[in-house]
């Protein structure tokens, strides 16, 4: 995801949502066992992403689009410099014979940072 | 195991499932956070055991609204499982006799013993999961690994091959453990090993609360074919 204050532009930086973290130690891991609420709503995000890959649906890019602006709101994403507009791209990795090569295969609309309400 | 044993113990572990993603849910926004509070209450109830036609009733009203929220599934096959285990259990209280109780349970076991064979099946008819490349490439380039250090087993091809056709073979022999309730016991206790892996490699925590929800039917209905057979 990146962020821009014309609407009209591509961010000049993209970061992933969520980077893995390197590992992940024990106690962590039982935690998360009972209680893994980021890691199912990215296995959601992916579903909708999934969508958005086969062909084009305003609900998955909504509903991508909705969570981000949640985890802006709550700290979680810290935009860097001015930020006006949200906007999240899919990159997909393909393997095939032997090489693993990345497609950006969807750009989504810009959204509006300073929106309160999350639309549903 | 008696079918009344049986009801009573799949409930409460759908009860402990059910409160386990409600809570997830509550940490969400608006509809979500609403129906998670509802549902996390309604899990407590059904884990007591009062009034469980009209507790799993409205579970299966707000599962409804879920998927329609979410345009299908939130959580895939886990959130398909819960509704299958619930919808049976509710049709088993409201069966008139007890011959339309055992075939809405039956139901549920057979669909569990599928739900096993099935994926043991896709996987043995396509030759990238027979070779071990299918596994590597879900370390190396799927979301599902939870973390760096886990991506690197897609470099390890021996450990990845030998899990995929440990996988396969287990998958493919379910059906075999209706045959003894030991070996039901045995392969029960392997499936949950299976969805401990699959939730501490791949984050898939819901899977291991709700397939052993049907673990008890699945019981119940072995008795069940051995007094027939």
């Not at chain 1, 949200?86 to 090489?99: C, N, S, T």
């Not at chain 2, 007591?48 to 609204?65: A, C, D, K, N």
């Not at chain 2, 470099?155 to 309730?181: C, G």
């Not at chain 2, 699959?198 to 984050?203: E, I, P, R, T």
Request: with cysteine; hydrophobic share 55%; charged share 15%.
């Amino acid at each position: 995801m990146g962020f821009v204050t014309d609407p009209t532009a591509q961010p000049s930086n993209w970061v992933a949502f969520r980077a893995l973290p390197e590992q992940i130690g024990f106690f962590s891991g039982l935690l998360r066992l009972f209680h893994n609420p980021q890691w199912n709503e990215l296995l959601y995000i992916n579903t909708c992403a999934e969508h958005l890959f086969e062909s084009y649906s305003e609900f998955s890019e909504q509903e991508i689009g909705n969570r981000l602006l949640v985890a802006l709101r709550s700290g979680e994403i810290v935009a860097t410099g001015e930020a006006d507009y949200l906007m999240f791209r899919i990159r997909v990795l393909e393997f095939d014979a032997g090489q693993s090569q990345g497609e950006v295969v969807f750009v989504s609309r810009p959204f509006a940072v300073s929106l309160s309400g999350v639309r549903q | 195991m008696t079918l009344e044993l049986a009801i009573r113990l799949s409930e409460i572990i759908l009860g402990l499932a059910i409160f386990q993603q409600s809570l997830e849910f509550i940490r969400s926004f608006q509809l979500e956070k609403i129906l998670g509070l509802i549902r996390a209450l309604l899990a407590i109830v059904l884990m007591l055991g009062f009034y469980p036609l009209l507790v799993e009733t409205v579970l299966l009203v707000t599962s409804i609204v879920l998927i329609k929220r979410f345009q299908g599934p939130y959580n895939g096959g886990s959130d398909t499982m819960s509704l299958l285990v619930l919808l049976c259990l509710w049709l088993s209280h409201w069966a008139p006799v007890g011959y339309w109780k055992e075939i809405a349970l039956g139901y549920l076991a057979i669909q569990l013993v599928l739900s096993y064979f099935q994926s043991g099946w896709v996987k043995v008819i396509n030759p990238d999961w027979r070779n071990g490349r299918a596994l590597q490439q879900v370390f190396a380039f799927t979301a599902y690994p939870v973390s760096n250090r886990l991506r690197m087993w897609a470099q390890r091809p021996r450990l990845l091959l030998v899990m995929s056709w440990t996988v396969v073979i287990f998958e493919l022999l379910f059906p075999l453990a209706l045959i003894n309730q030991t070996m039901l016991i045995i392969a029960l206790c392997f499936a949950a090993f299976f969805h401990l892996a699959n939730a501490c490699l791949f984050g898939l925590n819901r899977f291991f609360w709700i397939w052993p929800a049907a673990y008890p039917i699945i019981m119940w209905f072995q008795t069940r074919l051995a007094e027939i057979f």
